[in-house]
């Protein structure tokens, strides 16, 4: 089975769902951490926190789907 990071990195330079779910991620997590530095947060902030988080664990999962695709796809044409 090809290595995990070596299937990540393939699918970042040639699948556009996969980068693109990527970058979300990466925005999201930016995000998410600027509001979890704040003392405070407002109940929009809460909400939005909470909405980060779901959205992260969506990407995640696609980009997971993406990820055990490819290595199946892999494992059958070796």
Avoid: C, Y
Avoid at 3 to 19: C, H, K, P, S
Avoid at 34 to 52: M, T
């Amino acid at each position: 089975m090809p290595d995990r990071e070596a299937v990540v990195q393939r699918l970042t330079e040639l699948n556009e769902e996969f980068r693109r779910l990527r970058a979300e991620h990466q925005a999201h997590e930016q995000e998410l951490a600027e509001l979890q530095a704040r003392p405070f947060l407002s109940p929009e902030q809460e909400w939005r926190e909470s909405e980060l988080k779901k959205l992260k664990l969506i990407g995640k999962d696609r980009m997971e789907t993406l990820i055990r695709q490819n290595q199946a796809a892999t494992s059958m044409s070796a």
